[in-house]
């Protein structure tokens, strides 16, 4: 803080919701700001309730936090309109003026594309929206008569908040090994760079100004799609161990793997991680579950988190220990 990153180290799905939203409410965020767009899904509980966001921040748990999506997203116009009235923020959200409009064609498109079908992409024609505002022939957020109330110049916003000390969280979305640029997984990835650099990036914001970069690492790896998954466990595996998930977006199965310590620490060095938060800690270590205070952790649980600690070179500060939003460890203090 005043101006962090949220990353995901892996495929996505590592729980960045989650970790939003507990800093939302703990840190009181002035400002939230999300990238990216409708493929990625942000779980967030709260008060027993579950919210599988794809437009809004997940930081809206906070009612005085503001929520912006960033210049450089794709807007998915009925899914935003969905969300905010789901989320009850349509007093606190923002689109800026220069965002891009994800359209229905877009996602017939993508679904088309022989192409895709190797890659097996979420299907919400992320890939030839971009396509589309590269080619300089793409909607605006502008120029769509529904988004007119939540049109905003959040770029200037967030910079003066940055020099006005207000604490500002860019949520990334996906995870660092879908960068289209930066992952080594082409063709395997998604349709932009995923990276913490990026991030800040697409909302308007100079490296120099970014204060932390928390990568988030989950405590297992999962991924949904085609390419290649080093370690990948079969199914009947990964529900025997109780990594087995299914996509919060799409549905479909995700594939698992073990935590990787060599991947974790390349992606934190090419993220800048200067913090990790460790998700789903209770999946590996059942006793874990809810505890709220390091001590509490179990002799394996800790041992487990110092060498992800040792091995990637960055303080586990923030432990997922169950699904709610302050089911955490917090240990930046
Ligand atoms: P696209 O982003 O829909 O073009 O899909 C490209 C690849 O990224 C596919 O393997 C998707 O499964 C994956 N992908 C896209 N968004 C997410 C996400 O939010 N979580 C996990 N995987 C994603
Ligand atoms: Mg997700």
Redesign the pocket.
Known sequence: MPCSVIVGAF???EGKGKIISYLALKDNLDYCVRTGSV???HTVWVDGQKYALHMVPAAFVNPKCNLFIAAGANVHVAKFLEEVELTKVHNRIAIDQQASIIEEKHAIQDKASAVNKG??????G??PAIEERVRRTAKLAKDIPELKPYMKDTITEINDGIDNGKKILLEG??GFM?SLFLSGGYP????RDTGASAIASEAGVGPTRVDDVIIVYKSFITR????PLPGEITKEEAIKRGWFER?A?TGRDRRSAPFDFELAKKTAKINGATQAALTKLDVLFPECTGKRRYDELSAGAKQFIKEVEVRTGVPVTIIGTGPDALDIVDRRE
Do not use: E, H, K, P
Request: glycine content about 34%; cysteine-free; aromatic content about 12%.
């Open positions: 495929w996505g799905d493929n990625a899904a890659i097996g992409t979420t299907g919400w992320v890939g979305t996906q879908l395997y990835v998604t349709g949904v799609g085609g390419g996509a977006g």
